[in-house]
């Protein structure tokens, strides 16, 4: 003989688990709500593309998109010609705070090699790639909050955040008011 669940166990049961589940996802939301406009950047370490010791501190002075991507993510292929643009435009440039613009690529990957295919394939050529495949810089994303991609988060020359998954338009246009006019 074994033990059959009543109707209401079970309810109680599922109820509990939804519960459970739902208060979970609330506090990775949390960490999330927590980076807006206006709150210093978590700094971070890791190693470029290139086997070159890397952090983040090391760019104050210039403005700085973090952009959290993957080679297999569809929309964060798709925008890439874009963010080449972006660089493009920006990099190298003066502005009324800051010199310079960086883009830090975060590729949060299952295969190294498709990652660097990607690269090479959508012509991200600033230098500032990080492959986020082992615990340590996975907990970049963790650290920033990062529940989809592609997540952006626009640092200003003190690494303040200024702007959490903006449009690359709406970096643009920002980063346009930005430029120093002689």
């Known amino acids: 003989m074994y033990w059959k669940p009543s109707y209401a166990a079970l309810v109680s049961v599922l109820f509990i688990g939804c519960l459970i589940f739902m208060l979970g996802?609330?506090?990775g939301r949390s960490m999330t709500s927590r980076l807006v406009n206006g709150m210093e950047a978590p700094d971070f370490t890791a190693t470029l593309k290139d086997e070159v010791p890397f952090k983040l501190s090391d760019l104050q002075g210039k403005y700085v998109l973090i952009d959290f991507w993957a080679s297999w993510c569809?929309?964060?292929?798709?925008?890439?010609?874009?963010?080449?643009?972006l660089?493009?435009?920006?990099n190298g440039k003066q502005f009324?705070?800051?010199?310079?613009?960086?883009?830090?690529?975060?590729g949060l990957e299952r295969d190294e090699f498709d990652w660097q295919d990607a690269i090479k394939a959508d012509n991200l050529h600033w230098r500032n790639h990080i492959l986020a495949a082992d615990?340590?810089?996975?907990?970049?994303?963790?650290q920033y909050g990062v529940e989809a991609i592609p997540s952006?988060?626009?640092?200003?020359?003190k690494g303040i955040i200024i702007g959490v998954n903006q449009s690359i338009r709406e970096i643009?246009?920002?980063?346009?008011?930005?430029?120093?006019?002689?």
């Open 25 to 27: 996802r609330q506090s």
């Open 74 to 85: 569809g929309p964060c292929r798709r925008e890439s010609k874009s963010l080449v643009a």
């Open 87 to 90: 660089y493009d435009k920006y």
């Open 96 to 106: 009324n705070n800051g010199n310079d613009f960086e883009i830090v690529s975060i």
């Open 135 to 142: 615990k340590a810089t996975k907990a970049i994303a963790e």
């Open 152 to 157: 952006k988060f626009l640092l200003n020359e």
């Open 172 to 182: 643009d246009k920002y980063l346009e008011k930005q430029i120093k006019k002689d």
